[in-house]
């Protein structure tokens, strides 16, 4: 056997961050030793550490029960090792690799050594030290603790092996003691820096351990200082690493660096598959299958929970595949294939118990091939010899199983290999169930905005209509776009578009209530100004609600909108926006313009009136008018008004069938996904003949109940609706009201669309209330009559008073000809 001696190496990261943290527990689970990188690493001073229990940073409740059941753990074999989670002084969570090991002490009294790193910073461009290699991959590290005078106080049974010195010749002695020839005061000239800068330092060194034969190792040795309560040196710690055969080690934290950035590049659950397969090929086994519960493709995570299923094994689908040699005929797998799965089968059991499986020598022969005697065939033609089962778990189901392979490779698989593929298959997990959460909220979210879109438009005299919707891309999420379209009295229509800000359902269901009080804003016949005014007013409302549920989540931090109204008498359209894109005006020559109006400002500033102003435009027949959201005139890549002059261009074809020329609109999209909501509301707009609009003057005095209802008697048997008595009886009680409550001079109007209105303006601005008359009253029973004969009423404010207009159906005759 070589004497025991070393060379000491050149310093390695010697300055730099930690790629581990360490801390030193007494046998209770009390800190008793703390470090500048376990507080670079979870925030926490020695001074708020030290002497108290460990589980200070677990978080409660359910950690800190978890916690007693490792020590136990600990105590029973002598350490323990896995994945937990740990509270940063901050309050959020790190997902921690964390090794507890058993330090040997005089007088056989023990210590605790806590070492651990954060897994969810790793990275290919990550620079990772070997004792973070070694906790990864869960590889022996030797531990020593050493006083402030540099004699050893504590060390562990894996250091014995490292250089074949049993534990208790280590107590009470420096390094130059215990190894005659070895470059010992180096090494504690290193530990001196340590404990007066308080930093980590990394050097390597070599050394023969007994089992080595005569071959000398290198090893890798990390020193910490070890702070007490007050934060000042309490003692140096190495962590010592076998570095010699660490290829193999770097090669498996390379893959798992890797995995951060090739898995899950999409929210494609298939892709995510395929993505696993080709990453575990070749660096981990020379084929490998993915496949996945059937539902899952769909979106839908399974049902049943690991180790509740009975029965039959769930269907599976084969959502990746791959292997070194592609050409190979004969391999007995095809991607997107439906998989049966045998009752008694490994893979079986990894599905009902969600355990992985090592099959280190392969059984071909096993009871799993029974029912598939032609793949088994297969499987030994292509000199399958090693298996490894890995199930895919998230959230107590198993979405699918991760299946490796070797026959190239000769060596079979082992811990080691099970351990890594474990750890990638969890990768793949986690991105798996985040593409399910994300495809049940868009698929909540696409149903709940389908639901509050409008399906289809009522035939309308005013306007022809046609519309578009198209979600965005599945990084994004749905958005708030909504549009509608609205009758009027009096024939007009409203014509809205609008956008709320944000992504996912939320948007969609906040988009919901801004459509709906939208609607009951409109029924108020306010102008386009007024309207957006009040709804701002709703946004800001709805902001402050929202602000005060702790609880709550903001579900709107504004929004913007185009309300506009369409008069097909005048031809005039009142139109304003709140911070949304102008429409677009096409005539009908194919000119396409986009008017100058006031932008306004986004809804829910709470700027109230003055912030919004409309305009009025007298259109053409036959004018097209465009609504839409930013998401179909602005790109990544393009300004707004390369898309404004695009959408201008294709909407020139004006007299195309709308429905054509909303195909081709969303056509000339840019190639690559969208990043916001597409919405497009096309209108051509049509002029009502004066044939059908019959308007008088009234004198303000009771003959103007005769006069009215004699009018409208002749004008009804011109239209051919002579049989409309009811009409008749509606419009007495109506100039009855304007002669008693109203003022000025009396106007009495007749439209006829695809309902039969009846208007009386006076210039009066008070609005009438229905009453419930008691059984006495001579009077208060006319608009409840007037209710009830016709299909809607209501009234509406004017610039010189108001009018009280009143609906009815029209015969079957009339509306075939309206």
Not at 460 to 477: I, L
Not at 580 to 590: C, L, R, V
Not at 645 to 666: F, K, M, Y
Request: aromatic share 4%; charged share 20%; hydrophobic share 40%.
């Amino acid at each position: 056997m070589h004497t025991n001696e070393a060379a000491l190496a050149e310093p390695v990261n010697s300055s730099e961050k930690p790629d581990a943290a360490i801390a030193m527990l007494d046998t209770e689970g009390t800190v008793v030793g703390w470090t500048h990188a376990a507080r670079q690493l979870v925030g926490y001073t020695a001074q708020e550490v030290v002497g108290r229990s460990a589980a200070h940073v677990l978080p409660p409740p359910e950690d800190v029960l978890r916690a007693a059941s490792y020590a136990e753990q600990c105590r029973a074999q002598g350490g323990w090792s896995g994945t937990v989670a740990v509270r940063h002084r901050a309050g959020h969570t790190l997902k921690m690799t964390l090794r507890l090991s058993l330090l040997w002490g005089q007088d056989a009294s023990t210590r605790w050594l806590v070492s651990v790193t954060d897994i969810g910073t790793l990275s290919s461009e990550a620079t990772n030290g070997p004792v973070r290699e070694s906790l990864l991959a869960r590889a022996p590290i030797g531990i020593v603790v050493h006083d402030l005078q540099l004699r050893c106080t504590l060390v562990n049974d894996v250091m014995e092996h490292h250089v074949g010195v049993p534990h208790d010749r280590w107590f009470g002695r420096h390094l130059k003691d215990l190894f005659p020839g070895f470059e010992a005061e180096a090494l504690e000239a290193v530990m001196r820096q340590v404990l007066e800068s308080g930093t980590t330092k990394v050097h390597e060194y070599r050394a023969w351990p007994p089992a080595s034969r005569g071959q000398a190792h290198v090893f890798s040795a990390s020193f910490f200082c070890l702070q007490d309560a007050s934060g000042q040196a309490l003692a140096v710690c190495s962590l010592s690493v076998d570095v010699t055969g660490n290829r193999r080690a770097r090669e498996r934290l390379a893959i798992l660096s890797e995995a951060s950035t090739r898995i899950g590049s999409t929210l494609d659950v298939m892709q995510t598959g395929q993505e696993l397969a080709n990453l575990a090929v070749p660096l981990l086994a020379d084929h490998a299958v993915v496949d996945l519960v059937e539902s899952v493709p769909f979106g839908v995570e399974p049902s049943g929970r690991i180790g509740t299923t009975s029965g039959r094994p769930p269907l599976l689908r084969r959502a990746g595949l791959a292997t070194i040699d592609p050409d190979v005929p004969e391999l007995p797998w095809v991607r997107e294939e439906v998989v049966h799965v045998h009752p008694a089968s490994s893979f079986a059991n990894a599905l009902r118990t969600g355990g992985a499986h090592l099959e280190a020598v392969l059984d071909t022969a096993g009871p799993w091939v029974d029912h598939d005697p032609v793949r088994a065939q297969k499987v030994r033609d292509t000199g399958v010899h090693s298996l490894m089962v890995v199930p895919i778990r998230a959230r107590r189901c198993v979405l699918g199983l991760a299946l490796f392979f070797r026959s190239e490779e000769q060596t079979p698989f082992q811990e080691d290999d099970l351990l890594l593929a474990e750890e990638l298959v969890t990768r793949a997990a986690l991105c798996l169930d985040n593409a399910l959460q994300y495809a049940r909220e868009r698929t909540a979210a696409l149903t709940l905005q389908r639901d509050l879109l409008p399906h289809h438009v009522q035939r309308h005299a005013a306007v022809e209509v046609a519309s578009r919707y198209v979600p965005a891309d599945t990084d994004r999420g749905v958005g708030g776009d909504w549009f509608d379209v609205i009758e009027l009295s009096g024939a007009r229509v409203a014509l809205v578009v609008g956008d709320v800000v944000g992504h996912g359902i939320n948007a969609a269901a906040t988009m919901g209530r801004l459509r709906t009080a939208v609607r009951t804003l409109a029924d108020l016949d306010l102008s386009p100004a007024q309207l957006l005014a009040h709804l701002d007013d709703t946004v800001r409302r709805l902001n402050e609600e929202d602000a005060d549920d702790p609880d709550q989540v903001p579900a709107v931090v504004g929004a913007t909108c185009l309300y506009a109204v369409y008069d097909p008498i005048t031809r005039r359209c009142t139109m304003a926006r709140a911070g949304h894109p102008p429409p677009a005006i096409i005539d009908p020559q194919g000119h396409a313009t986009f008017p100058e109006m006031p932008a306004g400002a986004p809804l829910g500033l709470g700027l109230g009136l003055l912030a919004f102003e409309s305009v009025d435009l007298e259109l053409p027949e036959g004018s097209v008018l465009a609504l839409y959201t930013d998401g179909l005139v602005e790109t990544r890549d393009e300004d707004i008004d390369v898309g404004m002059s695009r959408l201008g261009a294709v909407l020139s074809q004006s007299d195309r069938p709308l429905e054509d020329l909303c195909t081709e609109v969303i056509e000339t999209l840019p190639a690559q996904e969208h990043s916001d909501d597409v919405t497009l509301l096309l209108v051509r707009t049509h002029a009502l003949q004066p044939a059908r609009v019959a308007s008088w003057a009234l004198p303000n005095e009771p003959t103007a109940v005769r006069i009215a209802r004699h009018l409208a008697t002749r004008q009804l048997s011109k239209w051919g609706m002579k049989h409309m008595t009811t009409m008749e009886l509606i419009i007495s009680e109506l100039v009855t009201n304007a002669i008693r409550h109203g003022g000025g001079p009396i106007r009495l109007r007749l439209i006829q669309h695809e309902v039969l209105t009846c208007e009386v303006s006076d210039t009066s601005t008070s609005h009438p209330r229905p009453r419930h008359p008691r059984t006495l009253d001579e009077n208060g029973r006319g608009l409840i009559l007037i209710a009830r004969l016709s299909r809607r009423w209501g009234s509406r404010s004017e610039s010189d008073g108001k009018v009280v207009w009143a609906e009815q159906d029209l015969p079957v005759t009339a509306r075939a000809i309206a």
